[in-house]
């Protein structure tokens, strides 16, 4: 268990490179053993939840080689084994292993995932989209069994632009028979980065990142090198640090379309903010001013940034409002801002945010992986040293994150309790 102590500091400055996307490598690799020959993946961040899957490929038979940001995976001996519960309640990309495994074996069994509690995360489309393919799927308590004689390509309608559905069933439908056609499809960049690798080792996919994707089966995938994304949630989640913590800061490796809402309300809020090519630079001299936003599957305006945002709103003048469409325990994290002398009004899905509110250091619980970037914000600008209790959500996330805001001037303090 880590907790991270952090003394309030609104002068930082420097510069900040951007990691992996999480939310792509942790696609990539449960993808990687659908893989005929050995595939590597560069730009892999450092973070728990890697570290995790690596478990569960080992666990499975595959040979593994991991540098700091590269992952290099051989899977040609892996075993038809059932995941460990264990293994697959750590984290919510561990049913990717579903998909895969499915794709690769036609059988999986393992149980319901786990990742951060921020509601009830149901995967009814997953499994009814593995129905459509021609799978057979028996649920007992949380465990399920999902097994194919063949799978087949079908047109699967998604009811929810699922990013975890669209995977799957992408996963699923690489090797099928015949042709699948996803539609209501997830439109997320990390969608796209998961269709180009499965394209760069041959699999034919089209229309990744609008509402249809096309799925023509093949045989074989073969070996290639890829590069993750950066992380746009990272990304972001710095871009706010320096809106409100930083005198200059530039973020490097940054695809800025991937921001495009996110950086639209930091200028609403009247942020100094340049863009240049795959930098942004961002300070803190503009007196922020309240916004409102309502988070939304991409290109809306993101939930994982939405905690991040609340806490900036604490610093701008006058009401703001918070409007959490797809999650529906999203908001614990204004309970910790409170005790820290945030001013908040919370109803239902939708949150006011009355600022500007001096905050003070105090101890606080991350409940969630954004919630403890959230709190990470907030102990940058408030008086005093906040105590971030449970820090293991943020490490699952942020590659780095004590080393980077060291970089920028922050006093930090990871200790492992
Ligand atoms: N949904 C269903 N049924 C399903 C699947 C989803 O009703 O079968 C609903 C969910 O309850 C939710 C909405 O659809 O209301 C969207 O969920 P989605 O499936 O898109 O989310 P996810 O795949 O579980 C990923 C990210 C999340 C991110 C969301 C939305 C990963 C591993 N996780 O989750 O990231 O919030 O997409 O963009 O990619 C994070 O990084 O902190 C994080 C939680």
Redesign the pocket.
Known sequence: MYILKLKGNKNLSGTVRISGA???A??LIPAAILCDEEVTITNIPKIS?IDNLEKILKYLGAKVKRTANEITIDSRNIENKQIPDNASKL???SY?FMGAMLGRNKKIEMCFPG??T???????????GFESLGAKVVQKDNKYSIKAKELIGNKIF??????????NLMLAAVKAKGITIIENA?K?P?IVDLASFLNDMGAKIIGAGTKTIKIKGVDYLHSCIHEVIPDR?EAGTYLMIGAAACKNLVVKNVIPEHLDTVIKKLVEMGSDLEIDGDEITISNKAKLKSVNVVTA??PGF???MQQIMATLMTQADGTSRVEE????NRFLNLYQLSKMGASVKLDGNKAEIYGVRELTGCDVSAT???AGASLILAALVANGTTTINGADYILR?YEDIKEKLENLGAKVELIEI
Do not use: F, M, Q, W
């Open positions: 999480k939310n792509s942790v696609a939840d984290l919510r990309a990717y990742g951060c921020i509601g009830a995360r149901p995967i009814d489309l997953h499994l009814k998604l009811d929810v632009a699922s990013v975890g559905a669209t995977v997830a997320e990390e949630i599957v991409y993101p939930t994982d469409t797809l999650y529906e969630d992986l954004r996330g």
